[in-house]
């Protein structure tokens, strides 16, 4: 073992392992943070530069403390922002990275900036190698990689990286973008969900001249807030067990009270609704369900949703609902076939690059996470049922491994709404609270 001292080895150093690095400290527990990409303190989500990406959750939700939702409304109000207010997401990465930087300065946090490739049992704990072929030790390991990046596309086979960007969250990603701007072509967005809304923002932040054009099956984008009364609704309300009933009732909540409150009362019953349902069901919610709830569940600032709105009318951005059926290279460009619903035939046309807005990695198993395949090939961890997450159970302890936990995204399966901070943070505090327990420690509440 790397010291006397119980350690916990953390990988991902985006808000799930950063706020479990920060829980642990604040117990005095010792950890080990692993991060690859240069990102501690701010992940995927909060590394962006881009001062028009707006947190989608407004400041008064967006506490990273579990026992203190109110933090960062607190932290920001004295740069005059109110609880309601969509504050940069910038911003959010700074105040993530000041609680990281305070648990590392109690001496409790170690930051490791390195790619994790592999991790197996030692003894009772675990050991972690890393890219440089350097090893962690530790008594317990937290897997907190969050999403995989994007599926390749099977058409966008073999396109030079010039004319298509496969992960927009890579750095290589965010660079391409912005070198394709500067050639003032037209740019393909592949997707129509909140990726999209990114992309268009930084095409448009940096003049991109051309026009963008977003396309999905059903070119359904992200709804914007709203004020909107609240109504809540207890547990026994909602029809639990079945996913034709609970539809049902949803869009009769709708009809009576609006979708956005329908939809938000649902938020505290979500997880247990999920898991309410069978395998089949979940998969049926996702295949048919999914895309309406996530552009209404998932919603946009309104700044950002007016902007989106007016780039549409000026002609800027065309929302298309169809599909991508085959894209090459000609010249200086990417030819493109795309398909609307309801043509029969696709039309072709050019555009200086294509973007993939599909989201993150649907399948699991297909991940290229060498850590996560070290733990699959070993049979120390297995994709759950719908191959969306890693199989946990209900104190989000992954299967098969044995002092080991998982956070986040990486835990969907189980959880399904486990996306947000208002949702990740709770989890962490209680995994901090099982950790502690699992190494003798007296949980301080
Ligand atoms: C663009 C975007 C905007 C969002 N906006 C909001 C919002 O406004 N409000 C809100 O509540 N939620 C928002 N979310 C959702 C949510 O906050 C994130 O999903 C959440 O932050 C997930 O955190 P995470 O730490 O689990 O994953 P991530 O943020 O993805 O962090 C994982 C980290 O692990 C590292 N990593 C991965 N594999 C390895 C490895 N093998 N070795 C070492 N390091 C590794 C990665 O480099 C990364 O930094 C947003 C998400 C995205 C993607």
């Not at 029969?344 to 973007?355: E, P, S």
Request: charge should be positive; charged fraction near 25%.
């Amino acid at each position: 073992m790397e010291a006397d001292r119980p350690t916990v080895v953390i990988i991902g150093g985006g808000f799930s392992g950063t706020m479990l690095a920060a829980e642990l400290a604040r117990k005095g527990l010792a950890s080990t943070l692993i991060e690859g990409r240069g990102r501690a303190g701010e992940g995927t989500a909060f590394s962006t530069d881009e001062k028009a990406h707006l947190l989608n959750v407004p400041a008064g939700r967006m506490g990273a403390w579990a026992d203190q939702p109110g933090h960062f409304a607190s932290e920001v109000a004295r740069e005059g922002y109110e609880p309601h207010e969509f504050v940069p997401r910038k911003r959010y990465g700074e105040y993530l990275r000041k609680i990281l930087n305070d648990a590392a300065a109690s001496g409790q946090v170690r930051i490791v900036q390195q790619d994790a490739v592999a991790a197996e049992r030692a003894g009772d704990g675990w050991e972690v190698r890393l890219a440089d072929g350097s090893r962690v030790a530790g008594h317990a390991l937290a897997l907190a990689q969050g999403n995989q990046a994007p599926q390749a596309l099977p058409y966008a086979r073999g396109i030079d990286e010039k004319f298509f960007v496969n992960d927009p969250w890579s750095e290589e990603g965010r660079a391409a973008i912005v070198r394709a701007a500067a050639t003032g072509g037209d740019v393909l967005l592949i997707g129509t969900g909140l990726t999209m809304v990114d992309m268009v923002l930084t095409l448009d932040e940096v003049r991109l001249r051309g026009r963008m054009t977003a396309v999905s099956r059903r070119g359904q984008a992200p709804r914007a807030h709203a004020d909107h009364g609240s109504a809540p609704v207890t547990q026994e309300e909602v029809p639990h067990g079945s996913l034709r009933k609970a539809w049902r009732w949803l869009l009769n909540r709708g009809a009576a009270v609006g979708w956005r409150a329908a939809v938000d009362s649902l938020r505290p019953h979500s997880q247990a609704l999920w898991q309410s349902w069978s395998a089949s069901e979940q998969r049926r919610f996702m295949r048919h369900a999914r895309p309406w709830w996530d552009v209404h569940r998932h919603r946009i600032a309104p700044e950002v949703g007016g902007r989106i709105k007016r780039l549409v009318q000026i002609g800027r951005l065309e929302i298309v609902a169809g599909q991508v059926t085959d894209m090459w290279v000609k010249g200086n460009k990417l030819d493109v076939s795309i398909k609307r619903r309801g043509k029969k035939a696709a039309d072709d046309h050019g555009f200086a690059l294509a973007i993939n807005c599909t989201g993150p990695l649907g399948a699991i198993s297909q991940s290229k996470d060498s850590l996560l395949r070290s733990l699959f090939e070993a049979g120390l961890a297995r994709p759950d049922a719908l191959d969306i997450g890693l199989e946990v159970d209900g104190h989000s302890r992954v299967l098969g491994a044995g002092k080991a936990w998982a956070l986040g995204p990486l835990t969907k399966g189980r959880y399904w709404e486990i996306t947000a901070v208002p949702d990740i943070r709770g989890q962490v505090a209680a995994v901090a609270d099982d950790i502690a327990k699992e190494m003798g420690h007296a949980v301080q509440s």
